[in-house]
């Protein structure tokens, strides 16, 4: 098991992509998290780069979640869900 959590991505990319990944835009994802829209787009590509598959979709004015992409977003959704209430 301690393996398993040393391949797990850093949390920030993680919160990154869920906020790119609710609103399609880095932009709004960076004012959310006080951030750059540069450091969001580098946080997705440094994911991205880690678990070896592309997340989004980049096409010109518009961001769209791949398969992938949509099935991290509902596991990092739950689990920042889950670690809010247990914080809370």
Known sequence: ??????????????????AAARHLSFTRA???????????SRQIQ????????????????????TPEGEVLQRAVAEALARLGEVCA
Request: net charge positive; hydrophobic share 45%; aromatic share 6%.
């Open 46 to 65: 440094t994911l991205e780069a880690q678990l070896g598959v592309r997340l989004f979709r980049r096409e010109a004015r518009r961001l769209s979640l």
């Open 30 to 40: 960076a004012e959310e998290l006080f951030l750059t829209q540069s450091a969001i």
């Open 1 to 18: 098991m301690n393996n398993d959590r040393r391949r797990l991505p850093a949390l920030d990319p993680l919160k990154g992509f869920d």
